[in-house]
């Protein structure tokens, strides 16, 4: 059973910074692509970040590109997005995210394809 369970979040104010986690178990963590969506009060799921496999590769949507940085530990089985110059409206619950039935995922997938876990809440409030 898959299971992703996200933690790091919490109240920080505009031009701060937080490190968010996912613990992954229930598949091979190393083999998978793995993505970061936000969920903001009120609106749909977006995409926020998506890294490879081996972490080689990463991608981001525009609205956090420069300020979010995603990594992976495939030893600890563990995702991370640190952001840093936190916005307002970077205010969200924040979700990592595995494909579900390969481990890659597809630039077509919407953003609330694969598993996720339960979130953490982002407050960005001054």
């Known amino acids: 059973e898959v299971l992703l369970v996200e933690s790091g979040g919490g109240l920080v104010q505009p031009g701060g910074s937080l490190r968010l986690s996912c613990e992954a178990s229930?598949?091979?963590?190393?083999?998978?692509?793995m993505r970061w969506v936000r969920q903001a009060p009120g609106k749909g799921l977006e995409w926020v970040s998506s890294?490879?496999?081996?972490?080689?590769?990463?991608s981001y949507a525009d609205s956090v590109k420069g300020r979010f940085t995603a990594s992976r530990d495939n030893v600890k089985n563990t995702l991370y997005l640190q952001m840093n110059s936190l916005k307002t409206e970077d205010t969200a619950v924040y979700y990592c995210?595995?494909?579900?039935?390969?481990?890659?995922?597809?630039?077509?997938?919407?953003?609330?394809?694969?598993?996720r876990g339960q979130g953490t809440q982002v407050t960005v409030s001054s």
């Open positions: 995210a595995s494909p579900r039935g390969r481990p890659w995922f597809d630039n077509r997938d919407p953003p609330d394809y694969g598993y």
């Open positions: 229930g598949f091979t963590f190393s083999l998978y692509d």
């Open positions: 890294i490879s496999s081996g972490g080689g590769i990463t």
